[in-house]
């Protein structure tokens, strides 16, 4: 149940969305699509941040039209959205309930969006490695068997990204090392595979999240790695590039548990600039 303290942080919340859409004026109301992201991203920041839990009621569809200023129309298509993002269940008579956690959509760019910090999020995190040591030295040992030519050549340049930027661009490092992995499962040629890259993606940026302010020593270790993986691919040894994916996934584990004991911190620009493909 939202608690005292979580329901008066919502109605600050909610006054401020509303004065920020007065602000926003009319312009604003000729732009529905504006008006209608930002009720979904008000609302699934309650559920992610706690201030509903699961199996709690939303207020009533009117209440919280006047909480946030908008329209019920607003409230019934966002209601929609974060119903189809696994966050909510309308049913009539009863309202609208938050469904329980394993229902969410947790690898939705959107939803990780809202998460207040997915850092401490202890088993999102570990679930998110482990399916990482399930899929990614299998798709690397396949790259290294079918991996064309055009391919090697997109897992060299992500890697080369990588080595270029990784002192001095922070978003565009992150971006060739997602790029990286990404090239990697394309290039075993697995239709299943492929599909699960979303589930990397989702990986790799709720691990951005908690420890790309402190690349450094850690990174460059990780860089080294994903060479090693590289070059396996390139000269066809399926069992090393399995292996070599397994120690570079090691080495992201060990980074990731040394980070986790401080604050997260967002991946520049990432979350938003980058569409993971979770829904495939």
């Not at 938050?98 to 939803?111: A, E, I, K, S, T």
């Not at 396949?142 to 990588?162: F, H, N, S, V």
Request: glycine share 8%.
């Amino acid at each position: 149940m939202a608690t005292a303290t979580s329901r008066a942080n919502r109605a600050t919340e909610g006054r401020a969305f509303a004065a920020k859409l007065r602000v926003m004026g009319n312009a604003a109301r000729t732009h529905e699509g504006k008006i209608h992201g930002s009720v979904v991203d008000a609302i699934g920041r309650w559920i992610l941040g706690g201030t509903y839990a699961p199996d709690d009621l939303l207020p009533r569809e009117d209440d919280l039209a006047v909480e946030l200023g908008v329209s019920r129309t607003s409230i019934r298509e966002a209601v929609k959205v974060l119903s189809a993002k696994g966050l909510l269940q309308a049913r009539r008579r009863v309202g609208v309930r938050v469904r329980d956690r394993d229902d969410w959509n947790l690898l939705d760019p959107q939803v990780l969006s809202w998460h207040p910090d997915v850092g401490r999020d202890e088993a999102l995190i570990t679930s998110l490695i482990e399916a990482r040591r399930i899929i990614e030295p299998a798709a690397a040992a396949l790259a290294a068997k079918r991996g064309t030519a055009a391919d090697l050549a997109g897992i060299e340049q992500a890697y080369l990204g990588m080595e270029r930027n990784l002192r001095t661009n922070l978003e565009a490092c992150c971006e060739a090392d997602l790029n990286f992995h990404v090239s990697v499962i394309a290039a075993s040629h697995n239709i299943v595979l492929k599909g699960l890259t979303g589930t990397i993606e989702a990986a790799l940026l709720a691990t951005f999240a908690i420890t790309n302010r402190q690349l450094a020593t850690a990174q460059s270790r990780a860089l080294s790695a994903h060479k090693a993986v590289f070059e396996c691919v390139r000269m066809r040894d399926a069992d090393g590039a399995r292996l070599a994916t397994i120690e570079l996934l090691e080495i992201a584990a060990r980074d990731l548990d040394s980070k986790r004991a401080g604050p997260a911190v967002g991946a520049p620009g990432l979350a938003k600039s980058r569409k993971i493909r979770a829904d495939r």
